[in-house]
């Protein structure tokens, strides 16, 4: 294995698993979604020795299944959550600048005054509006990367949402936030920037027993087991957290999107925010998406019970996000333009709050009575600022020697400023300063492998080679997400498949 490498595949993964066996490392980092490899990437810039297990795949769980923003925390103000509000917009801040600038785009949050909208609540989003400018100008996030929040006239509510009611319009409130190409890509850029520094990404091994000392790992392809000695275990499991820390209870919430095409919104170039009757702080929210989709969000309900690999949404969420986001269409959506679903579970810290609506997104970071240190609740956006809490944590309770947390000057791969003058588009977005050597490494593969389908076998090979895809399922439910359509990745299941045997 090259010290220095980035890349993730069967054959890193195997000399890995080969050095590891029976040994000790400083830190082990249970769980592979986006605030578990931020945890392997901080303790890795450190300076210490670190390895990630994860059960199944990079963004297997709740990390893949987010609305793929980037936000400032705009909705915690409304609830008073003002600190958690300052921390999403500093995070953003470094998120859009520095670490991950090619993953996300400015992006145009558009509240169409409606006669469904009066003036007194239309007055009460756009306080909102300013106090979120308020954060963005704390967190020094320059106002040519996003503008203030303004209002704009009908016609340019219209030019934004072609599909808006436009009877009764009387304009709309425009703020703007971030928005990711993707979460799993996300995800996937933090794990190969941690492998880039020294740091063990191992999928498809799971931690049977975990304490202060180490843990205990199956290896899921082999059915092998080994023991792996560690100065600090962190327990970054999302909403299957508890079943390693028993000292914590969680209170999952399940949040749900619709796939809608493109044609049912007319070409939307913004989000669409509609407000939920009877509430003056929840929207549901229509997304530009790539393959010509539209993701419409987002639930809020319980959800108790075992927790499944993959979560699926109700009936009465479906007819919810259809009914509210139609308020403010001129044809409404219906079950007939409906492409697919996905739902993911919040790992929320359980408070004894009447609604989980109202349970805090601040994060919790604490040490259990086996030892093993655990990070729940947050977000997507807060990642690095709890994978920061949880090293410095196990560093204080454990005397390791490390450096100072550098994670907010750390570019992912693909962040370089480098830009090969071939690519542009989707393949950009989605690869940033490495598009160039996704198309080299595979010449003569950069066509789409269907038509209506802006994903290439060049990809797809490149996802199994440097991004630690070994299946299908990797290739088109995370690495893209062509899968989110039953019916491309039906498409698109020969491609991928070529791709793997290729290697």
Not at 79 to 90: K, L, P, Q
Not at 336 to 350: C, H, M, Y
């Amino acid at each position: 294995m090259t010290a220095r490498s980035s890349s993730l595949n069967a054959d890193r993964r195997s000399l890995d698993l080969h050095e590891i066996a029976g040994g000790a490392v400083d830190l082990v980092v249970i769980g592979g979604g986006v605030t578990g490899t931020g945890v392997a990437l901080d303790a890795a810039t450190r300076g210490l020795s670190v390895v990630l297990l994860e059960a199944h795949d990079l963004a297997f769980g709740t990390s893949r299944w987010s609305s793929k923003l980037v936000h400032g925390g705009l909705r915690y103000l409304g609830t008073g959550d003002v600190d958690v509000a300052y921390e999403s917009a500093i995070e953003r801040h470094h998120l859009m600048t520095t670490i991950a600038p090619h993953l996300i785009r400015p992006l145009p949050n558009v509240f169409p005054e409606l006669p469904s909208m009066d003036r007194k609540h239309a007055a009460l989003v756009r306080a909102g509006h300013w106090g979120g400018d308020a954060l963005r100008r704390a967190a020094r996030t320059p106002g040519t990367l996003l503008p203030r929040p303004d209002r704009i006239d009908a016609a340019t509510v219209e030019r934004y949402t072609p599909a808006v009611r436009r009877d009764g319009l009387r304009g709309g409130l425009r703020f703007w936030d971030g928005q990711l190409v993707d979460d799993a890509r996300l995800v996937v850029a933090i794990a190969r920037t941690a492998a880039y520094h020294g740091a063990r990404i191992l999928t498809r091994c799971r931690v049977m027993s975990a304490s202060a000392a180490g843990v205990r790992i199956r290896d899921e392809l082999s059915g092998s087991e080994f023991d792996l000695a560690a100065r600090a275990v962190v327990n970054a499991a999302g909403v299957w957290a508890g079943t390693l820390a028993r000292d914590i209870s969680l209170r999952p919430s399940r949040g749900t999107h619709l796939v809608m095409p493109q044609h049912a919104f007319g070409g939307l170039t913004a989000s669409l925010m509609v407000p939920i009757p009877g509430s003056t702080t929840r929207f549901v929210f229509a997304l530009p998406a790539p393959h010509g989709r539209v993701y419409v969000g987002l639930t809020d309900e319980e959800a108790p019970g075992p927790i499944p690999d993959v979560p699926q949404a109700s009936e009465d969420e479906i007819d919810f996000l259809l009914d509210t986001i139609g308020l403010a269409l001129e044809r409404p959506v219906t079950r007939a333009d409906l492409l697919g679903t996905f739902s993911g579970l919040r790992p929320l810290l359980d408070a004894g709050e009447a609604s989980s609506a109202d349970v805090s997104r601040r994060h919790v970071v604490q040490r259990g009575s086996d030892g093993v240190i655990t990070v729940v609740g947050g977000k997507l956006t807060t990642y690095r600022r709890m994978a920061q809490d949880a090293v410095d944590l196990a560093i204080r309770d454990t005397g390791l020697t490390a450096g100072p947390c550098v994670t907010r000057r750390v570019p992912l791969v693909g962040a370089g400023p480098e830009r090969d003058p071939r690519v542009s588009g989707e393949l950009l977005r989605r690869f940033g300063s490495e598009a160039g050597a996704v198309l080299d490494s595979s010449p003569g593969l950069g066509e789409p492998i269907a038509e209506g389908i802006d994903v290439s076998r060049a990809e797809l090979r490149f996802s199994v080679r440097h991004e630690g895809a070994s299946t299908i399922g990797d290739l088109l439910d995370r690495r893209t997400r062509i899968g989110l359509v039953a019916a491309d990745r039906a498409r698109a299941e020969d491609a991928a498949r070529k791709a793997l045997e290729e290697g």
